[in-house]
Every structure is written in structure tokens, then in C-alpha cells.
């Protein structure tokens, strides 16, 4: 039987190769969403709608998180936006890792892992933690060198394309110049 893997999906087009990827390593694999860092809400929204299309091309499971916690998201980031990106990432692969452990998933991995334009090392290092923490085994593969090829796949799709990462920050750093976050 094959080991059940929980995949963090941040996006739709970061989600489709990475998938294709796990299943093919023989894996049984779920798409979990949670999403904090993705702002406003009506973005949210949008991203996950692209996600349930997804789900329903490449037929996977589709895993969405009632929760959207923003809230927590800025109370966590706040203090030290420089350093959001990591603790955007232990938020995600964090809740990842618990939801895994919680129902029966012997790996957890992330669509992240995919971007070229993610803080990699940081991610890595972020899932080794939560692993060691749940006991879920981080199923890792560096992906980035496939990042186009899961663009393709998304291409014909039509799905809603987004234009930032995900947060304010992030939207700001994207559209205004002048004056970045401190
Ligand atoms: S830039 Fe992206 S990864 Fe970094 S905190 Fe914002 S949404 Fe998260």
C-alpha cells in the first residue's frame, strides 16, 4: 500500500508539478491548503478557487483548512516583518505537519519547494523542524529546476494567476518602490 503524503499547496501553479512529482514517487498523496499569508481575503479566495480547479483537472484530494487566521498571521509577524518569511513558513508547514500527524500521514512536504522565488533554505529548515517535532517524515525534493514545467501544465487551465507572494509585504514590495517595510 502506498505511504499517504500530505502536500502543503501555496498555489495552484506551484501545486501542479509538485504533486505529479510526489505521485509519481509512488506516494498516495492529499493537497492540504492553509493559507494565512495571503492577502486580502478576497485574494485568498481567488488563489483557492484556482486550487479547487486544480484539484478537479489532476483529481487529487483537496484539503482546505476552515481556518484563515490572519489575524494570527500579523500578531506573529509584526514585531519583525524582516524576518516574516520564516515565520510565514512555520505557520504553513507547521499546521501542515500537525494536521499530518493528527490523521495518519507518514510524510508532509510542500509546494514551496518548487519556487525559485521562496527562501528554499528557510523552508528546509523550517519542515526539518516541524518533522522532528510531529514525527512526520518531511518528504523533501528540490524542485526549482521544474518550476516552468509546472507552469505548463497550468498554462491551459486558466486559472487565476496571482501577481505578488502572498502578504501585504509582499504586495507592497511588488507595486510600491519609494518606501519599502522597515
Ligand atoms: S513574502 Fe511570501 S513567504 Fe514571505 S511572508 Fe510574505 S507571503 Fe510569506
Known amino acids: 500500500m502506498a505511504a499517504k503524503l500530505l502536500l502543503h ?17 509512488g506516494f498516495e498523496v492529499s493537497v492540504y ?5 495571503i492577502h486580502p481575503f478576497t485574494e485568498h479566495q481567488n488563489r483557492l478557487e484556482a486550487m479547487v480547479k486544480l484539484s478537479q483537472e489532476l483529481s487529487f484530494e483537496l484539503v482546505t483548512e476552515p481556518l484563515y487566521q490572519m489575524a494570527e498571521y500579523f500578531k506573529k509577524v509584526a514585531e519583525k ?33 518548487i519556487s525559485p522565488h521562496q ?3 528557510e523552508a528546509v529548515f523550517s519542515a526539518e523542524a516541524f518533522a522532528k517535532e510531529t ?13 516552468s514545467d509546472s507552469r505548463h501544465i497550468t498554462k491551459p487551465l486558466d ?14 514590495e511588488r507595486f510600491g518602490k ?4 522597515a
Request: aromatic letters at 22%.
Open 33 to 37: 491548503w492553509y493559507n494565512p499569508n
Open 9 to 25: 499547496g501555496c498555489c495552484a501553479h506551484c501545486t501542479a508539478y509538485s504533486f505529479k512529482y510526489w505521485q509519481e514517487q
Open 119 to 121: 527562501k528554499h533554505q
Open 135 to 147: 514525527g512526520v517524515k518531511f518528504a523533501y525534493a528540490d524542485l526549482r529546476k521544474r518550476y
Open 81 to 113: 516583518p524582516d524576518e516574516r518569511c520564516r515565520t510565514c513558513f512555520d505557520m504553513r508547514l507547521g499546521q501542515t505537519a500537525v494536521y499530518a500527524a493528527r490523521y495518519g500521514y507518514e510524510y508532509f512536504s510542500s509546494s514551496l519547494f
Open 178 to 181: 519609494t518606501d519599502p517595510p
Open 159 to 172: 486559472l487565476y494567476r496571482q501577481q505578488y507572494c502572498g502578504c501585504i509585504y509582499s504586495e507592497y
